[in-house]
Antibody, heavy 125, light 111 residues
């Protein structure tokens, strides 16, 4: 059974940093692309960043490029997202997603066949 | 802001057919990238509903169907049921932005 479990959310100060993690199981982690998607309170879904199975290709949304770093630890089957210079508008539930894409190509987004339950990030002083 | 546009809401009586449109452009749907659909209930994670424009994952009821034409796609629910009341999002890829993109989302209400 595929499982994605996010952690690392919580209350953060404006200008601060957070590192989100997503522990995975039930599938060959090194094979599939992974993405982070967020949802602000009462708002729609926003794709943030994706990484290919071997980590060789990475893409970011313009809204977070330069402030976010996605990475994956194959030894621990874990996906990470570091967010710097946090702003109030970063307040959202952050979802870890497994992509159906198994090829290591520049286009790191296909579709998301599994989602974690999400971790809430609140940016406030 | 989202590059894929959906109607904010649609509604229908039980048993009726409703459709949700997803309008993109030449750099995403019109460029040949597939459209996928997700269903989300309040307080829960989205769930894959339709992939590659028309295919249903195992367990998704047959009353859900998808289509794609030109720069747009649609999700249809035929025989609307009370448990279909949820938010629905389309998703694709934009090669000008080099980003995954979601639709603006549509709330389906069963009257």
């Amino acid at each position: 059974e595929v499982q994605l479990v996010e952690s690392g959310g919580g209350l953060a100060q404006p200008g601060g940093s957070l590192r989100l993690s997503c522990e995975t199981s039930g599938f060959p982690f090194e094979t599939y692309a992974m993405s982070w998607v967020r949802q602000a309170p009462g708002k729609g879904l926003e794709w943030l960043s994706g990484i290919s199975g071997n980590g060789g290709y990475i893409s970011y949304a313009a809204s977070v490029k330069g402030r976010c770093t996605i990475s994956r630890d194959t030894a621990k089957n874990t996906l990470h997202l570091e967010i710097n210079d946090l702003r109030a508008e970063d307040t959202a539930v952050y979802f870890c997603t497994k992509d159906r894409l198994a090829a290591n190509v520049k286009v790191v987004v296909y579709y998301f066949d599994y989602w974690g339950r999400g971790t809430l990030v609140t940016v406030s002083s | 802001q989202s590059v894929l546009t959906q109607p904010p809401s649609v509604s229908g009586a039980p048993g009726q057919r409703v459709t949700i449109s997803c309008t993109g452009s030449g750099s995403n749907i019109g460029a040949g990238f597939d459209v996928h659909w997700y269903q989300q209930f309040p307080g829960t994670a989205p769930k894959l509903l339709i992939y590659d424009n028309i295919y249903r994952p195992p367990g998704v009821p047959g009353r859900f169907s998808g289509s794609k034409s030109g720069t747009s796609a649609s999700l249809a629910i035929t025989g609307l049921q009370a448990e279909d009341e949820a938010d629905y999002y389309c998703q694709s890829f934009d090669n000008r932005l080099n980003e995954g993109v979601f639709g603006t989302g549509t709330k389906v209400t069963v009257l």
